[in-house]
């Protein structure tokens, strides 16, 4: 999506909210590179007074930014880390939207719908919730932070999870509710294609993955459970991916015209290229892991004083 010399004689449409979604997707980039390594510093300067390696030194040394943990830094500090987290907001909103209002403009059955942006916000979300609690139950049980990550903390996430599934049901129910609304006829065949048609079990499997299994975090010891977390969690993902997969496909595969019809059948490259996409999210999130902290250091040394504190009064 970038201007490039036009050896096709092709050029970006600018006036296509695809464009502006890599600008979109590049800001919020940039925004949440900027918030997470904010959020690191006091603890990359932790690991700087801990290395005993000349070479570990001066790599933490320069990223922790010459941090001493004065109140100049702490304010300074705080600043920075509320700032970029004020920005990261409409972000999320303006990411996850752009795409969605292409669809929304169009006029292929099963996307021309103003619900398409709020219903892709909310399934971002709720797909993003679900990979961040499968996350945070992998490295709490592989690395033994049970005294770290808590249940209370899985409490919270289950609760979230079930939140923004619920409003993503809505979305569903709402779908279906603008189409029979509407009585357009193209919409109406959609729908009745994605109920029954050949890629039924692509709408059949969102809904079970997405919202059978959820309804178990209405129970507080479901959502305290880091297996059964998990696999709730899991279960929302291989949902949302038949979404995507019953979006696109159930909307094109059969266009207005009877002469297009055709069915869709995912080759080797589409296989191949989905599979590197996992790969490319999995490799630089275990460096991570392997190189900086994944717990943050300085929160936990203040509950800890808090703690201590408590005690002392108590």
């Known amino acids: 999506m970038f201007p490039y010399p036009a050896t096709m004689h092709i050029w970006p449409q600018f006036r296509s909210p695809l464009e502006w979604d890599i600008w979109a997707v590049l800001t919020y980039l940039t925004v949440s590179l900027a918030f997470?390594?904010?959020g690191l510093i006091p603890d990359l300067a932790a690991a700087r007074d801990r290395a005993t390696r000349r070479g570990w030194q001066i790599f933490f040394g320069i990223t922790s930014l010459g941090w001493r943990g004065s109140a100049s830094h702490w304010v300074r500090w705080q600043q920075a880390y509320r700032i970029t987290a004020?920005?990261?907001?409409?972000?999320?909103v303006s990411v996850h939207s752009e795409v969605s209002l292409l669809f929304a403009s169009g006029q292929i059955p099963g996307w021309h719908s103003t619900l398409f942006p709020p219903y892709f916000?909310?399934?971002a979300a709720f797909s993003g919730f679900a990979v961040v609690s499968i996350i945070a139950v992998s490295l709490r049980t592989w690395f033994g932070l049970g005294n770290l990550v808590t249940e209370d903390h899985l409490d919270v996430l289950g609760k979230v999870l079930l939140a923004t599934g619920l409003m993503t049901g809505y979305g569903y129910v709402f779908e279906v509710f603008d189409v029979l609304y509407s009585g357009?006829?193209?919409d109406m065949q959609t729908l009745l294609d994605r109920i029954g048609g050949a890629y039924a079990w692509t709408y059949w499997g969102a809904i079970v993955f997405n919202f059978i299994p959820?309804?178990?975090?209405?129970?507080?010891g479901v959502r305290r459970r880091g297996w059964s977390l998990l696999l709730i969690s899991v279960s929302v993902a291989v949902g949302m991916w038949l979404e995507r997969y019953m979006i696109l496909v159930t909307s094109l595969y059969r266009d207005f015209l009877v002469s297009s019809?055709?069915?869709f059948t995912p080759t080797f490259w589409d296989w191949s290229?989905?599979?590197g996409t996992i790969g490319l999210?999995?490799?630089?999130?275990?460096i991570a892991i392997r190189l900086i902290p994944t717990i943050s250091i300085f929160e936990t040394k203040e509950l800890l004083y808090e703690e201590k504190e408590e005690q002392a009064h108590g």
Not at 214 to 220: E, F, I, S, T
Request: hydrophobic share 65%; net charge positive.
């Open 214 to 220: 959820l309804q178990l975090l209405w129970w507080r």
């Open 281 to 286: 999210f999995l490799v630089p999130f275990l």
């Open 121 to 123: 916000v909310l399934g």
């Open 86 to 92: 004020a920005l990261a907001v409409p972000l999320v």
């Open 261 to 263: 019809w055709s069915h």
């Open 273 to 275: 290229t989905y599979v």
């Open 184 to 186: 357009n006829a193209h």
């Open 36 to 38: 997470w390594y904010a």
